[in-house]
């Protein structure tokens, strides 16, 4: 019978130095991905700072457009003009307006049958623009 062939090796050392390898390999693989984190990180921060500009850029522009819609409606809401002059449609001051519907107030059906009359008015179809004449007229 054949006697087993028993191995010899130096375990302990080969063990040993694949050990310290992996233990290396893995020290640089977590160092590695630190310095990427670290790396992307401050590219998301400048990013960041340069997008903040932008945003505050767009903010001013929001805030002047506000102001100006806001001194346009202000300056509508307290002077008379013309809202559609072809139908004849006006605006007045609120002040105006109060005031108007406070004497109207005194005799409701002559205020209903007034307004409704200029509610149709108002919403009624534009007349339809004039044909052009042809060229054998």
Do not use: H, W
């Not at 290396?24 to 998301?44: D, E, K, Q, S, W």
């Not at 072809?86 to 609120?94: A, H, L, Q, S, T």
């Not at 109207?104 to 007034?114: C, F, K, Q």
């Amino acid at each position: 019978m054949a006697t087993p062939i028993s191995t010899v090796s130096s375990s302990g050392s080969a063990s040993g130095n694949s050990g310290r390898v992996r233990t290396i390999v893995n020290i640089v693989a977590i160092v590695g991905t630190f310095l990427i984190m670290t790396v992307l990180l401050r590219v998301m921060v400048k990013s960041q700072r340069e997008s903040k500009s932008v945003s505050e850029q767009r903010a001013a522009a929001r805030r002047e457009a506000s102001m100006a819609l806001r001194a346009e409606t202000t300056q509508a809401l307290g002077s008379y003009g013309y809202v559609d002059k072809n139908r004849g449609v006006v605006r007045m001051p609120i002040e105006r307006a109060m005031q108007l519907s406070l004497q109207s107030a005194a005799n409701p059906a002559a205020a209903r049958s007034n307004l409704i009359a200029r509610v149709e008015k108002a919403t009624a179809p534009a007349p339809k623009a004039p044909e052009k004449p042809s060229d054998f007229e």
